[in-house]
């Protein structure tokens, strides 16, 4: 097991003990206190466990190399876990705002403002700090679990952080003019909460679905390709270069349609000292690659 390998795996335990904890801390505090925001918190962090005991599985499947049943590796299943999270994701924040929209409607909801404070401020704190070490570990890993991961406590923290100044602020106005107001904090705050963590589920969906239909990868990813491809082929006019790319998960593959001219000679020696040097260019920004190099006559 490597380094990246060993780093990937603490990461994702670190989530699915943290997810753990964080929620039986909300469904506690949600008996308690009678808020939905808390109970969207912990179903939130519900998820989160539940997906990280699947992602420890397939970050052991995408490291495996292809064999007879899967041809071309097992990268797919990392994209289709990010999409299936992502789905979930955005499933609990509408659900919880369809929700809040009731209570609204039907004249709101008493709650203990003063613990969902105090819970508020202890998972904001627990969800941001795994979410910065994460968001660390998937930098030195390239991992996209990790990287999804790190958005998915961001989420969370981010919504402690609002229910917590929601509360807070309820509990100041407890004593005063307000109070008849207090009944909606709690709906207002799901309410906030959704209209500003929906767009990071769909974006997640979003990049995920592409990667699954074969869909190219971002323009940066290209020109990182093509330069490096250029760097080795650019000094000679014997070639004409075609790039095909496609990514799934942090898989990269790269077909490269080699056309050569008339006048070369096709010595398969030289043909692969050229496959080697243009697979060495492309190591550094790419990891886990996969790279075919097809000499050919035909610009077709």
Known sequence: ???HEKLEK???VLSIVGALFMASLGFGFALLTSSVAVLLDGFFS???FA???VSLRVSTLVRRPDDEVYHFGYAAYEPMLNLTKGLLMAFVTI???ISAIDVVLHGGRTVQAGWASVYAWIAAGGCFAIAVSQRMLARRTRSPLLEVDSKNWLIDGLMSVAVGVAFLVAVLLADTSYAHLLPYADPAVVIILVILSLPIPFKIVRDNWRQMLGRAPDESVQKKATAA???ILETSEDYDTKIRLDQLGRLTYLQLYVVVKGSV??????LDRCRSEIRDALKGDFDNLALDVIFT????
């Open 51 to 53: 997906v990280g005991l």
């Open 1 to 3: 097991m490597d380094d």
């Open 10 to 12: 603490r990461g994702l």
């Open 297 to 300: 006559r035909d610009p077709r």
């Open 229 to 231: 491809v250029q760097k």
């Open 95 to 97: 659900f919880a705002l």
């Open 46 to 48: 519900l998820i989160g």
């Open 265 to 270: 000679d096709p010595d398969l020696d030289r």
